[in-house]
């Protein structure tokens, strides 16, 4: 408990300070760069297309990192969106019969409701 009101004290706020904590290796500006341009690359190439995996293999990094650098260096990975809610009552509507026929049916022509 001391170690907190210790830097507190010293800093005024128990933030890392910039730079602390372990260092990035493999997202470099260098293979930042190099994701960028493979990446890129494919833009305005149909079928030149190349996956995570073969762009990882090319620079020498892991495919988690290419991930990384696509998502917070390049800024290229827009965050998920939600569901529209009519789709999710369309699908729960459709749900609501067939499980009720697959129970009516002890598990028997399931399939030929959907």
Do not use: Y
Not at 34 to 40: H, P, T, Y
Not at 50 to 77: F, M, N, P, Y
């Amino acid at each position: 408990m001391n170690e907190p009101l210790k830097k507190i004290d010293q800093t005024g706020t128990v933030d890392d300070k910039p730079g602390s904590g372990k260092p990035h290796k493999t997202r470099t500006a260098q293979n930042v760069d190099a994701v960028d341009e493979l990446v890129l690359s494919q833009e305005n190439a149909p079928g030149t297309h190349r996956t995570v995996r073969q762009i990882a293999g090319e620079i020498g990094i892991s495919r988690t990192s290419v991930h990384q650098v696509i998502k917070h260096d390049l800024k290229l990975v827009e965050e998920r969106q939600m569901c529209d809610q009519k789709i999710i009552d369309w699908a729960i509507k459709q749900w609501r019969p067939r499980l009720r026929t697959c129970v009516q049916e002890q598990g028997g022509h399931f399939e030929h409701q959907l």
